[in-house]
T-cell receptor
Framework: AQKVTQAQTEISVVEKEDVTLDCVYE???????LFWYKQPPSGELVFLIR??????QNEISGRYSWNFQKSTSSFNFTITASQVVDSAVYFC?????????????FGTGTRLLVSP | DTGVSQNPRHKITKRGQNVTFRCDPI?????LYWYRQTLGQGPEFLTY????????KSRLLSDRFSAERPKGSFSTLEIQRTEQGDSAMYLC????????????FGQGTRLTVV
């Protein structure tokens, strides 16, 4: 069965600190996709990134970077020089062939609090 | 606004009443999904449509729940005889019918059953 674990329930940092959000996944499929979404207080889930299982290159987008390691089944997310606007709940999610790639299995989320 | 739209944003209802939520997806998206999110948890899949066909339903979707997408555009989610355990955020998402594309979510409808 598919499972996504985000062991960090809540992280508090001061603005400009770097922070890494951990994500560990389980799947029996060799083809799967990993996602990160941000959920601000307004409630809407905002798509951040999608990664397929065949592409282990790390990705950087501005202050955001992602580290995908199949050997440890991890897909960690780092925010560099955090800002107050980064405060939100962040979800890691998985879709795979078992789900027909039609639905996302989410972790329980990590709440990030960035204080000024 | 061309995003996913959900109405109402908030709904308070008494136990035993029926409620209906509406979702308007991004216009060119032919897939539409419903998820439920309880406090402190990640969203859980409920059901999805491709055009007007409902292709999968989760075991979470009891017989008190019904979803429709009559013309392949907007969708409704109805809960009959609401229970306190139905209190949650109901999220709608839409996507194109390509397997590796991301889903775009609406702001959700928060249901409180009192």
């Amino acid at each position: 069965a598919q499972k996504v674990t985000q062991a960090q329930t809540e992280i508090s940092v001061v603005e400009k600190e770097d922070v890494t959000l951990d994500c560990v996944y389980e799947t029996r499929d060799t083809t799967y996709y990993l996602f990160w979404y941000k959920q601000p207080p307004s409630g809407e889930l905002v798509f951040l990134i999608r990664r397929n299982s065949f592409d282990e290159q790390n990705e950087i987008s501005g202050r955001y970077s992602w580290n995908f390691q199949k050997s440890t089944s991890s897909f960690n997310f780092t925010i560099t020089a955090s800002q107050v606007v980064d405060s939100a709940v962040y979800f890691c999610a998985l879709s795979d062939a078992n789900t027909g790639f039609q639905k996302l299995v989410f972790g329980t989320g990590t709440r990030l609090l960035v204080s000024p | 606004d061309t995003g996913v739209s959900q109405n109402p944003r908030h709904k308070i209802t008494k136990r035993g009443q029926n409620v209906t939520f509406r979702c308007d997806p991004i216009s060119e998206h032919n897939r539409l999904y419903w998820y439920r999110q309880t406090l402190g948890q990640g969203p859980e899949f409920l059901t999805y449509f491709q055009n007007e066909a409902q292709l999968e339903k989760s075991r979470l979707l009891s017989d008190r729940f019904s979803a429709e997408r009559p013309k392949g555009s907007f969708s409704t989610l109805e809960i009959q005889r609401t229970e306190q355990g139905d209190s949650a955020m109901y999220l709608c998402a839409s996507s194109l019918a390509v397997r590796y594309t991301e889903a775009f979510f609406g702001q959700g409808t928060r249901l409180t059953v009192v």
